[in-house]
């Protein structure tokens, strides 16, 4: 299998030193910049038309920049198969959701206060060990988060879309929220967005968690509902990397409201690139080598 | 062993409802409650005078409330043991730490800075994930600090006074700092303060630390030299939950140049109080069954 022609969008760099490998660049709305792409390197955000754009290039794999893969039709063309781009941006957004449970424990914005004031406040805070934190999604990046709680000796309650056992213990799912809820410190709020979790947290929801209670959205916008956040903002603390609309207009009355809000940042370190390059990588392998793709997310891949 | 009595300072609510035991409060200020006094627990803060405070009380045991002993003298009258408070502080302290780290890492300062500003502003950040921290101290504090780093992908190296290997690896010593600090994404300090350590981050530590990295001081305020923090403060990126001096003075200087000041807060949360509760029971128990004390950090245990 030589000549094997890759092309990847300028959103990354890959380094793909491996004899007989072609690789082109391609923003993806040029044309193709060969007639035949072998493994189509998507940029960072997927959109709905990306499958459009490999159809006659008799492209092998698609392989998206992100996790989320929602927007990409069921019916592909041909032996197409696309890939998602789990592993790569689990780190950087489950470091980023400590950061904000942590922002949100400690009070940091106390201690902010006090700096700000040039002055000494010395207080308690409940802190997050012996706490119970529900955790509301356990696909990558939820489990990506509840690795890095693992030290930090408190409780976690994992809830997600089935319930069932696993080698940690009980998953609980949606319909237990309403008994868990009143008995969270945290909430971490991480599943995909789709039907079922559309507006997920909405007043019924909040309503549920204690007075001074954690709420960090690191999942999409609008599994929350907007209004209702501004309405528990003052009873909770609310910490959001995501917020529907968003980007969030100038001015939002959600600014003021949220205790910290971030501008959906949660993947943006530069611990995605080296994790890109391993994925890209392995797919290359693999096609070499005649294996399976990895992260098959719509197609079917034979043998 | 019938009767004995435990004078606990108002500082902590233990629960001894055990058989035998009689529970005194006493304040280490007005005179010791009963003519003996068979384990005395010290408050929270450790102040030179409790041993002379006990001395005539035939106690054979002062739990202190702090994990540091400086101030206790070596020699102790007749039997007296001294123990600290290890077990009791770590969670806590090496929490805030992580909150801290993580507060630099992802730069939440500037994303609170648009929030103020109710504007949108996504930015990258190098993140902790395959960054480098130098944890110089690994004791307690910095034992339980690398065992909350440990799932964040990231290389620790790890600093104490003695050069040698343990069962994680290659711990270096002080002599190695010149060679290690230029390789620093994050420097964590969280040594004991005593002759050794006394300004141990001076201009010169801080001048191999690279532009833009993390200083994290949760030792003590005098392990830092505050000048030179103040001199490298543009420069770095500097996160204090200690000070010199401590309190830090209303409209000192330090408030405006360090990135974030914490006012000695790293340990007080609810954590402590469980784990003090534990470790008082554990002593007692261990008096009640003639096992030797924990944590005995002055005095000579006999059997």
Do not use: C
Not at 139 to 147: L, S
Not at 202 to 231: C, E, Q, W, Y
């Amino acid at each position: 299998m030589s000549n094997v022609t890759v092309a990847i969008s300028p959103d990354w760099t890959i380094d793909l030193d491996i004899p007989g490998i072609t690789v082109l660049e391609w923003d993806f709305k040029s044309p193709p910049p060969a007639d035949h792409i072998d493994i189509a390197v998507a940029p960072h955000a997927t959109t709905p038309d990306l499958v459009e754009r490999v159809a006659d290039t008799g492209t092998k794999l698609l392989q998206l920049g992100s996790i989320g893969y929602d927007s990409i039709p069921k019916e592909l063309p041909g032996d197409l198969l696309v890939a998602n781009a789990a592993t790569v941006h689990e780190t950087a957004t489950a470091e980023h959701t400590m950061a904000m449970l942590l922002y949100a424990a400690r009070e940091v914005d106390r201690s902010l206060a006090s700096q700000s004031e040039k002055t000494w406040d010395q207080f308690d805070t409940l802190g997050l060990a012996d706490t119970t934190i529900v955790l509301v999604g356990i696909g990558g990046v939820g489990t990506a988060i509840a690795q890095r709680l693992a030290p930090f000796e408190t409780n976690v309650i994992r809830v997600a879309s089935r319930r069932r056992e696993d080698m940690y213990g009980q998953v609980y799912d949606m319909n237990d929220l309403p008994e868990l809820l009143p008995k969270a410190d945290s909430v971490i709020v991480v599943v995909p967005h789709n039907e079922q979790t559309d507006k997920l947290v909405d007043d019924a929801f909040l309503s549920a968690m204690p007075d001074g209670s954690i709420l960090v959205n690191v999942a999409r916008g609008k599994v929350a509902d907007t209004d209702a956040l501004i309405k528990h903002a003052d009873r909770l603390r609310i910490t959001l990397d995501v917020t529907d609309p968003e980007p969030l207009p100038d001015g939002h009355p959600l600014w003021d409201k949220a205790l910290l809000i971030t501008s959906h940042v949660g993947g943006n370190t530069q611990a995605m690139l080296p994790r890109m390059n391993r994925l890209v990588r392995r797919q290359v392998g693999n096609y070499l080598t005649s294996q399976p793709f990895v992260n098959v997310v719509r197609g079917n891949q034979h043998g």
